[in-house]
Nanobody, 119 residues
C-alpha cells in the first residue's frame, strides 16, 4: 500500500481559492490512479475528482466541475486539487485516496485536511 499525507486545507472566504496537495510514499506512485473525496459534517463521504496514473484522464463530480482541477506530478509523488470559486457548501474534510490501476476500490487513504469556506 501507499502512504498518503494531505496538506493545504484552511479557512477561505467564498469565491476564494485553495490548493490541496497529497504526498505519497513509495516508488510505485505512478501505478496508482488517485482521487479526492470529501465528507461534510453529518453527510456521507462523496467523490470529488480522480485522475488516471498518467494524468491523461480526469473525472469530476458535477458539483465541482469547472471550479476544481485535479493534477499530478509523478516525479514528486504528489497529486493536487486546485479549488477555485469556493462556496460554503464545499466545506468538508478532504481526503486523498489511491487505487491500484485496474483495481476496483480506492484502498489507501490519507488522514484528511479540513477546508472551511465562510460566506
Amino acid at each position: 500500500q501507499v502512504q498518503l499525507v494531505e496538506s493545504g486545507g484552511g479557512l477561505v472566504q467564498a469565491g476564494g481559492s485553495l490548493r490541496l496537495s497529497c504526498a505519497a510514499s513509495g516508488r510505485t506512485f505512478s501505478s496508482y490512479a488517485m482521487g479526492w473525496f470529501r465528507q461534510a459534517p453529518g453527510k456521507e463521504r462523496e467523490f470529488v475528482a480522480a485522475i488516471s496514473w498518467s494524468g491523461g484522464s480526469t473525472y469530476y463530480a458535477d458539483s465541482v466541475k469547472g471550479r476544481f482541477t485535479i493534477s499530478r506530478d509523478n516525479a514528486k509523488n504528489t497529486v493536487y486539487l486546485q479549488m477555485n470559486s469556493l462556496k460554503p457548501e464545499d466545506t468538508a474534510v478532504y481526503y486523498c485516496a489511491a487505487r491500484v490501476t485496474g483495481g476496483a476500490d480506492f484502498g489507501s487513504w490519507g488522514q484528511g485536511t479540513q477546508v472551511t469556506v465562510s460566506s
